[in-house]
């Protein structure tokens, strides 16, 4: 199988900043709390944005960036849990946003914040068997709508945002090689759905699913190095998933990765889902930290359980 790389990176998030400060207007918390257990400092949540314009705004400036056109764009991924609509896929609207060709597969993929390497792996398959040989790859939520205000254990976590990536597939690339994995669990991180009796919110059990993550992020290096017959030092950056900056910080620990191959924008977005890992992609590349010839393992980890890793590279 012929393998993808990165042609742009793109993002958008909402103008609206909440903070530490503003959240312990509403519930017992701190700064100092919150800050000492998750890294997070600030969180951008939609006021006059919507799911749909986070959506496009990220992809047009990944289309931008890559200097494809939308009629060059093979397959459409969105990767989100808080689509506008079950029907139409935020995918097929944003087809329509775009002016994308209408002779290609467009559609959502629920995996929460593993959602976008999930979608990676799965534009990689379809480019393979299209004509056209660039994917467009969006990871996009608006937490702030399904989030209990009321529960200061979730409240402080999540953010809004999305990120998006312009993929090409080109004979003679390597696979991204992904590793995923899900492990179905109704309790640890939940969202209910339409008729379930219960309210559209998140709920999780917090220690629980932390412990999960430390366990999984491991796993997934291994598995990922072992694929590609690599080893840390061969790698030339790591993205992981923005969740807890605490996980973070263990898995370098871990594999002695120094602190000039890692990042964390935990602290300004908190947990945006399947947005986090390409939010910080866009940044890394802005920042001139990634780019052509770049070799980076990224990871995800979170509801369903479901977890993930691979190697992506950029293209030259």
Excluded at 108 to 132: I, Q, Y
Excluded at 280 to 294: T, W
Aim: charged share 20%.
């Amino acid at each position: 199988m012929n393998g993808i790389k990165i042609r742009g990176m793109g993002r958008c998030v909402p103008d609206h900043v909440v903070t530490n400060a503003d959240l312990a207007k509403r519930v017992e918390t701190s700064d100092e709390w919150i800050t000492s257990r998750t890294g997070i400092q600030h969180r951008h949540h939609c006021t006059l944005e919507t799911h749909g314009t986070l959506c496009a705004g990220a992809a047009r400036a990944a289309l931008e960036r890559s200097g494809v056109s939308p009629d060059e764009i093979g397959a459409c991924i969105v990767a989100t849990v808080t689509a506008d609509t079950l029907v139409p896929s935020a995918a097929c609207l944003l087809q329509r946003e775009l002016g994308l060709p209408h002779d290609i597969p467009c559609f959502d993929l629920s995996a929460a914040c593993t959602g976008f390497l999930f979608a990676l792996h799965t534009v990689e398959c379809l480019l393979n068997a299209s004509p056209r040989k660039f994917g467009l790859v969006v990871g996009v939520e608006t937490l702030s709508r399904v989030t209990n205000w009321d529960d200061r254990g979730t409240c402080i976590l999540f953010g809004d945002g999305a990120g998006a990536a312009v993929v090409e597939c080109r004979e003679g690339w390597p696979s991204i090689g992904a590793e995923l994995g899900c492990h179905g669990d109704s309790r640890l991180l939940r969202l209910p759905g339409v008729e379930s009796g219960e309210r559209s919110l998140i709920s999780m059990e917090g220690t629980r699913v932390f412990k999960f993550a430390v366990e999984a992020v491991p796993w997934c290096i291994d598995r990922v190095l072992e694929k590609a017959g690599c080893a840390v030092e061969d790698v030339d950056f790591f993205v992981f998933h923005q969740a807890n900056a605490r996980i973070i910080d263990l898995a370098a620990r871990k594999y002695h990765i120094p602190s000039e191959k890692y990042y964390k924008n935990i602290g300004e977005y908190g947990n945006t889902s399947a947005a986090s890992i390409p939010l910080a992609l866009s940044e890394l590349e802005d920042l001139g930290r990634v780019g052509p010839g770049s070799r980076t393992l990224v990871v995800g980890f979170g509801g369903g359980l479901t977890w993930g890793g691979a190697i992506v590279g950029f293209a030259d």
